[in-house]
Every structure is written in structure tokens, then in C-alpha cells.
């Protein structure tokens, strides 16, 4: 069966602080991967994706994540976290050719100053 | 290109009443997907369309449910005869194909008192 496990629910970090949270998928053909950012009450941004090639992805604000095949991993990373990067983070998975995502219950991030 | 985007954006209801959703994609983008998040989990997949065509339903979507997509536009998504356990936050996705990344309008908040 697909799932994601995001094993942090709850991540506090100071600004200015690096960040990483974590991903593991269970998938049994080719994954794409994605993290979405979600701030409260709204919807869900593309931070990024991975479907092939290059094992490191960048994404927008700063981000980046690194698939890991051997580990079944896809761990989100920033160096430095603003406090604006305060939310909740969710990792996902779907299929080669599209349609459902299976998302993990999500990591809060939470930025003190 | 606007987004994607829901409406209405809030709906408070009482039991037993029918409720309606609208979801505008991203005008170029053929697959529109609908998904359920509740507090504190992850997105759950409830069903995509491809054009007009629905091709999947997750176990999710019960009798009570029915999604459609009469042109290959906009969408709808009713709920029949709501019960508490309908409140959640309903969020549409649309993606092209390729490349299959799903972007998410703001969402539609159910509460049924």
C-alpha cells in the first residue's frame, strides 16, 4: 500500500537556523515526490517535486530536498529559516503518470525568534 | 492564469442538508482533482477527473457524494443529507498532463452543525 510518514509532527527552529524535515514513503513503482506548503486556513503551494534525474531539487523560497532511493526518503532542506516560513509542511506521493497523491500528516513548523 | 480556486470559500450547514462546492482549474489544465482534509491530517484523495471524464473515486466517497464535471471545466462536488463527520476543509487541485504536478486552490470549509 502507498503511504508517507512524516515523523515530526511538531518542528521548532530559531531564525536564522538551518531546517530539515523528514519524509519516508512506501511506494511500490516509480514515485513522483512533492512537498507542499500549507499556512493556515489556505490551501496547499508547490514548494517542489522530483520525478527523475538529478537526486537533489531545488524549489522556490529557498528550499530543496534530496531523493534518497536506498532509504526511501525525500527529506525537505532550508539553511536558513525566516520567520515567515512558519506552517505546515506536507510531503506526497503519486504515481508516474499523475492522478491521486498520498500525503503525510504533515510537519508544523513553528520559527522563534 | 488566476489559480485555481473554490467557492464558497466558508459553508456552515445543519444535518441533513445538501451542500454544493464549485472549483475553477487553471484554465489549460485537463485533470481536476477534488480531496477531503481534516484537523491535523493530510490531504485524502476523493476523485479526479480527466476532461469530463471521472476515472477515478476513492472508497472515500460515499453514496452520498457525486463530483461532476459537465464541460471539462469547472467542477461541483455535493454533499447529500450532510453529517457531522462531513466537516472538513474540501480542497481542488488541477494539474496538465504532463507534467502531472497538482496545484491546489484555497479550499472550502465545511462545518455541519
Known sequence: AQSVTQPDIHITVSEGASLELRCNYSYGATPYLFWYVQSPGQGLQLLLKYFSGDTLVQGIKGFEAEFKRSQSSFNLRKPSVHWSDAAEYFCAVGPEYGNKLVFGAGTILRVKS | ?113
Open chain 2, 1 to 113: 492564469d488566476t489559480g485555481v480556486s473554490q467557492d464558497p470559500r466558508h459553508k456552515i450547514t445543519k444535518r441533513g442538508q445538501n451542500v454544493t462546492f464549485r472549483c475553477d482549474p487553471i484554465s489549460e489544465h485537463n485533470r481536476l482533482y477534488w480531496y477531503r482534509q481534516t484537523l491535523g491530517q493530510g490531504p485524502e484523495f476523493l476523485t479526479y477527473f480527466q476532461n469530463e471524464a471521472q476515472l477515478e473515486k476513492s472508497r472515500l466517497l460515499s453514496d452520498r457524494f457525486s463530483a461532476e464535471r459537465p464541460k471539462g471545466s469547472f467542477s461541483t462536488l455535493e454533499i447529500q443529507r450532510t453529517e457531522q463527520g462531513d466537516s472538513a476543509m474540501y480542497l481542488c487541485a488541477s494539474s496538465q498532463e504532463p507534467p502531472y504536478e497538482q496545484y491546489f486552490g484555497p479550499g472550502t470549509r465545511l462545518t455541519v452543525t
